[in-house]
């Protein structure tokens, strides 16, 4: 016998709205069933409809408007028009910017453009551009992926320029730990925040360090008081120590058992990757230089009521505590620890061997620094790793955005200005800034001006230059006309270096070899089977670098798995197992490619052969 189920129509408003809501159902479903009927169409429009809509949609923003006040179809409808918006923008920007090797801050000045009468315009904009580079297929457009990411570290600087500004003015002493996590997001803007993941971490480390108390001390009075949480990413910070000397001792000695004993806490001396120096990623590890160390040490300690001081020592850095404040005698009254020791409790007369390069020692060196004095020494530390990395896309990424925040946390400070100014020159970038720049360190610096004119002139004809080469900006085809007929790989090509033992994939070509008579002696080109006389290729590899291959050099790599390259998305559409597909720009660029690929990687690759 055939059941006879009531039709959509027979049920109640209510339930029919109910049913809408459900996350399986889209919003373009919702707009198709609004032209059914009057009853649809009526349903279509209610309020809590569409607001469930945008929160499944867009689940982190519908906390900055008011739910009852807010028109949300008319909401919904702004925000689908806004994303389109910056698809088209970021799509004009792989025509725009396909032969700029770096793109300027000044090339996004209008990129707020496509929400400028929102309210909420940078929450918005960063919201739908970590939409594009979380795609779940994270090989596919990533054209469209890496002008996104461009375009959304510009977006998070501005952001963070103003929260930094704000930061900074709170009090004599902002939060290190908040601090040390804003450096981290501003170098990695890119990134998802890490303060409350970093908070939660250290609420587990204060919580190991107050489980052992009870374990040394039960009597402890902080075992009454209990520990304070970080609920937010302000940290109180102490005035002084809640405890008698004896009770913080306790604490900092089951601070150092936790820290260095359980948990294996190990401080670096050189600071060669960014990740220790990151307070996020030292978090991860355990690892990490004594300044980002020192930064949770305190945090931890204050939280459990025993203040301690940031120490800025030269080539060290320290903590100190007022074991003896009854003592007049600084020498006798503070204890310093050093976190580079496992912790280790030392006095003043102890600290001299720290610092062997340098003459004199001063008790000016052993004077508490103020925070911004601790966020500007993590910058040179990044200045420094950036500078051994400046090969890589990261390194000058890094070099850069540590620069740029010196511009913020020093501002009177003429030194980092003037590297800025000439990673800028080296890049061909952000050159109105770079005249800026120059100019203020021309006027407070007059014994600088000669090198400064000098760099002065050199970036009023690079603007001019730039601009004159935008009128004039075309691809220009290389096709595989006869006299390329020795070109035995094709751009996309995931390749191998024999030599050096790299992963690479070609982004260009050369018939043959087109660099500098010292260029090619340097780099010992004069001693392969055919020299300079070979097909030459512009390979992006694994780890970050631009180079110059020789064809005789490479092999079709067998690995099959992807190239991890900042300008990957800047040349190629998506990865596909043996190769990377060209985008538009670089396909009119190479337009014989594809096919010489294709007929290329059907040949076997052991017979596959170089020349």
Same mark, same amino acid.
């Given at each position: 016998?055939?059941?006879?189920?009531?039709?959509?129509?027979?049920?109640?408003?209510?339930?029919?709205?109910?049913?809408?809501?459900?996350?399986?159902?889209?919003?373009?479903?919702?707009?198709?069933?609004?032209?059914?009927?009057?009853?649809?169409?009526?349903?279509?429009?209610?309020?809590?409809?569409?607001?469930?809509?945008?929160?499944?949609?867009?689940?982190?923003?519908?906390?900055?408007?008011?739910?009852?006040?807010?028109?949300?179809?008319?909401?919904?409808? =702004? =925000?689908?028009?806004?994303?389109?918006?910056?698809?088209?923008?970021?799509?004009?920007?792989?025509?725009?910017?396909?032969?700029?090797?770096?793109?300027?801050?000044?090339?996004?000045?209008?990129?707020?453009?496509?929400?400028?009468?929102?309210?909420?315009?940078?929450?918005?904009?960063?919201?739908?551009?970590?939409?594009?580079?979380?795609?779940?297929?994270?090989?596919?457009?990533?054209?469209?992926?890496?002008?996104?990411?461009?375009?959304?570290?510009?977006?998070?600087?501005?952001?963070?320029?103003?929260?930094?500004?704000?930061?900074?003015?709170?009090?004599?002493?902002?939060?290190?730990?908040?601090?040390?996590?804003?450096?981290?997001?501003?170098?990695?803007?890119?990134?998802?925040?890490?303060?409350?993941?970093?908070?939660?971490?250290?609420?587990?480390?204060?919580?190991?360090?107050?489980?052992?108390?009870?374990?040394?001390?039960?009597?402890?009075?902080?075992?009454?008081?209990?520990?304070?949480?970080?609920?937010?990413?302000?940290?109180?910070?102490?005035?002084?120590?809640?405890?008698?000397?004896?009770?913080?001792?306790?604490?900092?000695?089951?601070?150092?058992?936790?820290?260095?004993?359980?948990?294996?806490?190990?401080?670096?001396?050189?600071?060669?990757?960014?990740?220790?120096?990151?307070?996020?990623?030292?978090?991860?590890?355990?690892?990490?230089?004594?300044?980002?160390?020192?930064?949770?040490?305190?945090?931890?300690?204050?939280?459990?009521?025993?203040?301690?001081?940031?120490?800025?020592?030269?080539?060290?850095?320290?903590?100190?505590?007022?074991?003896?404040? &009854?003592?007049?005698?600084?020498?006798?009254?503070?204890?310093?620890?050093?976190?580079?020791?496992?912790?280790?409790?030392?006095?003043?007369?102890?600290?001299?061997?720290?610092?062997?390069?340098?003459?004199?020692?001063?008790?000016?060196?052993?004077?508490?620094?103020?925070?911004?004095?601790?966020?500007?020494?993590?910058?040179?530390?990044?200045?420094?790793?950036?500078?051994?990395?400046?090969?890589?896309?990261?390194?000058?990424?890094?070099?850069?955005?540590?620069?740029?925040?010196?511009?913020?946390?020093?501002?009177?400070?003429?030194?980092?200005?003037?590297?800025?100014?000439?990673?800028?020159?080296?890049?061909?970038?952000?050159?109105?800034?770079?005249?800026?720049?120059?100019?203020?360190?021309? &006027?407070?610096?007059?014994?600088?001006?000669?090198?400064?004119?000098?760099?002065? =002139?050199?970036?009023?004809?690079?603007?001019?230059?730039?601009?004159?080469?935008?009128?004039?900006?075309?691809?220009?085809?290389?096709?595989?006309?006869?006299?390329?007929?020795?070109?035995?790989?094709?751009?996309?090509?995931?390749?191998?270096?024999?030599?050096?033992?790299?992963?690479?994939?070609?982004?260009?070509?050369?018939?043959?070899?087109?660099?500098?008579?010292?260029?090619?002696?340097?780099?010992?080109?004069?001693?392969?089977?055919?020299?300079?006389?070979?097909?030459?290729?512009?390979?992006?590899?694994?780890?970050?670098?631009?180079?110059?291959?020789?064809?005789?050099?490479?092999?079709?790599?067998?690995?099959?798995?992807?190239?991890?390259?900042? &300008?990957?998305?800047?040349?190629?559409?998506?990865?596909?197992?043996?190769?990377?597909?060209?985008?538009?720009?670089?396909?009119?660029?190479?337009?014989?490619?594809?096919?010489? =690929?294709?007929?290329?990687?059907?040949?076997?690759?052991?017979?596959?052969?170089?020349?």
């Amino acid at each position: 016998m055939n059941k006879i189920f009531p039709s959509l129509h027979s049920l109640p408003a209510e339930l029919i709205e109910q049913i809408l809501c459900v996350d399986s159902i889209s919003y373009i479903d919702v707009c198709k069933i609004a032209t059914v009927s009057k009853l649809f169409n009526c349903i279509s429009k209610s309020n809590k409809l569409w607001y469930t809509k945008y929160s499944q949609m867009w689940p982190t923003m519908d906390e900055y408007f008011d739910p009852v006040s807010t028109d949300w179809s008319e909401e919904f409808q =702004r =925000r689908i028009n806004i994303r389109k918006a910056i698809s088209k923008e970021l799509c004009e920007m792989t025509k725009d910017f396909y032969h700029v090797d770096n793109v300027s801050n000044d090339s996004f000045h209008n990129f707020k453009s496509v929400c400028e009468n929102h309210p909420f315009t940078d929450y918005i904009l960063v919201d739908e551009l970590m939409r594009i580079l979380k795609d779940p297929n994270r090989h596919s457009n990533l054209t469209l992926k890496y002008y996104a990411e461009k375009a959304l570290i510009y977006v998070r600087h501005t952001m963070l320029d103003t929260i930094w500004r704000t930061f900074l003015n709170i009090g004599p002493r902002p939060s290190l730990l908040k601090g040390a996590c804003l450096i981290q997001q501003w170098c990695e803007p890119s990134k998802v925040d890490c303060t409350i993941e970093v908070s939660n971490k250290v609420n587990s480390l204060i919580e190991m360090v107050f489980n052992e108390i009870k374990v040394v001390c039960p009597s402890h009075p902080v075992i009454q008081k209990g520990y304070s949480s970080l609920h937010d990413e302000n940290v109180e910070v102490l005035e002084n120590s809640l405890w008698s000397p004896y009770r913080c001792k306790v604490i900092l000695n089951c601070i150092n058992s936790i820290l260095y004993g359980k948990l294996g806490w190990s401080c670096v001396e050189y600071m060669y990757t960014f990740e220790n120096i990151y307070i996020g990623k030292a978090l991860d590890k355990n690892i990490g230089i004594p300044v980002t160390l020192g930064i949770l040490y305190e945090t931890i300690a204050n939280q459990l009521g025993v203040r301690l001081l940031s120490v800025n020592f030269p080539g060290h850095f320290l903590l100190k505590w007022l074991e003896h404040p &009854e003592m007049n005698d600084a020498q006798v009254a503070w204890t310093y620890i050093d976190i580079f020791s496992n912790g280790a409790f030392k006095k003043e007369h102890e600290l001299q061997d720290l610092a062997p390069g340098y003459n004199n020692f001063t008790p000016s060196w052993l004077e508490s620094v103020p925070p911004v004095k601790v966020f500007a020494t993590m910058c040179w530390n990044l200045v420094e790793v950036g500078r051994q990395h400046d090969e890589s896309s990261e390194g000058l990424s890094c070099l850069c955005n540590s620069l740029e925040l010196l511009s913020i946390l020093c501002p009177d400070d003429l030194e980092h200005k003037l590297l800025l100014a000439r990673v800028y020159m080296h890049l061909c970038v952000n050159i109105t800034r770079v005249i800026s720049l120059l100019q203020e360190i021309a &006027e407070n610096d007059p014994v600088s001006t000669g090198f400064v004119g000098y760099m002065y =002139r050199t970036a009023i004809t690079t603007l001019e230059t730039q601009q004159i080469k935008k009128d004039k900006r075309k691809v220009k085809s290389q096709k595989r006309v006869e006299n390329c007929a020795n070109v035995d790989f094709a751009v996309g090509m995931i390749m191998t270096h024999k030599k050096y033992d790299y992963r690479c994939v070609i982004y260009g070509w050369d018939p043959l070899c087109t660099a500098s008579k010292e260029w090619i002696i340097q780099m010992g080109v004069d001693k392969l089977k055919y020299k300079d006389k070979q097909p030459f290729y512009h390979v992006l590899v694994a780890d970050g670098t631009n180079r110059y291959a020789a064809q005789e050099n490479l092999v079709i790599d067998d690995v099959k798995t992807p190239i991890t390259h900042m &300008e990957i998305g800047r040349y190629f559409e998506s990865f596909h197992g043996s190769y990377y597909l060209p985008n538009e720009q670089k396909r009119l660029e190479y337009p014989d490619d594809i096919a010489a =690929r294709e007929r290329t990687l059907s040949v076997p690759l052991a017979s596959s052969s170089s020349v």
